[in-house]
């Protein structure tokens, strides 16, 4: 079964670009969309943001000028950079994988986030 | 932005008990919603897609229901594993896909 795994530092200093990526396994990365979200200390799920295997990519207008979401196909991996990170940045980072809407019979059906990975705490301090 | 707003924030019930938990969008998501459990230092879980559609290999006793801006995820007879945090999120035509603040069912 596919099965998602993150990786990248685990400790960023401020001002500076937290960079993490999700390597797909079981499975191939080329469907689907691909999704990063964070839970901060205690806190709930925020969702960063995704990109379709053919690259195409929709962030959250919170960190959008701070974000980018890119797609490796040949190595089945995806990755994530935030720019500028400050202390509320701090927090448990997931990728998921997100299937999206499906046509049936004239509908849309949406099937959630199905796969996820295990998460990586990321700590932004000096 | 759609806001979800979970209630209650803590249900404390025992095995046995029925749970009802509900979650309320600010616009309408149609059934583009899914339920998540979340167990203590492990990843959320995919329970409910399109509003009352189990997962694969989620057991009978959940069940979702609701459309437009209501939503519930019923557990009809709780197991002492199915003490965590729930979340909905939605996927509506525009990000951010939302996710509720979460309710914590714990154990009475």
């Known amino acids: 079964q596919v099965q998602l795994q993150e990786s990248g530092p685990g400790l960023v200093k401020p001002s500076e670009t937290l960079s993490l990526t999700c390597s797909v396994s079981?499975?191939?990365?080329?469907?689907?969309?691909w999704t990063w979200i964070r839970q901060s200390p205690g806190k709930g799920l925020e969702w960063i943001g995704n990109?379709?295997?053919?690259?195409?990519?929709k962030y959250n207008p919170s960190l959008q000028s701070r974000l980018t979401i890119s797609i490796d196909t040949s190595k089945n991996q995806f990755s994530l950079k935030l720019s500028s990170v400050t202390a509320a940045d701090t927090a448990v980072y997931y990728c998921?994988?997100?299937?999206?809407?499906?046509?049936?019979?004239?509908?849309?059906?949406?099937?959630?986030?199905?796969?996820w990975g295990q998460g990586t705490t990321v700590t932004v301090s000096s | 932005e759609i806001v979800l707003t979970q209630s209650p924030a803590t249900l404390s019930l025992s095995p046995g008990e029925r749970a009802t938990l509900s979650c309320r969008a600010s616009?309408?998501?149609?059934?583009?919603l899914a339920w998540y459990q979340q167990k203590p230092g492990q990843a959320p879980r995919l329970l409910i897609y399109?509003?009352?559609n189990r997962a694969t290999g989620i057991p009978a006793r959940f069940s979702g229901s609701g459309s437009g801006t209501d939503f519930t995820l019923t557990i009809s007879s709780l197991e002492p594993e199915d003490f965590a945090v729930y979340y909905c999120?939605?996927?509506?035509?525009?990000?951010?896909?939302?996710f509720g603040q979460g309710t914590k069912l714990e154990i009475k």
């Open positions: 079981g499975g191939s990365i080329s469907s689907y969309y």
């Open positions: 998921a994988r997100d299937r999206g809407m499906t046509m049936i019979a004239g509908d849309f059906y949406y099937y959630g986030m199905d796969v």
């Open positions: 616009q309408s998501v149609s059934s583009y």
């Open positions: 990109i379709y295997y053919s690259g195409s990519t």
């Open positions: 999120q939605q996927r509506s035509n525009w990000p951010p896909y939302t």
């Open positions: 399109h509003a009352s």
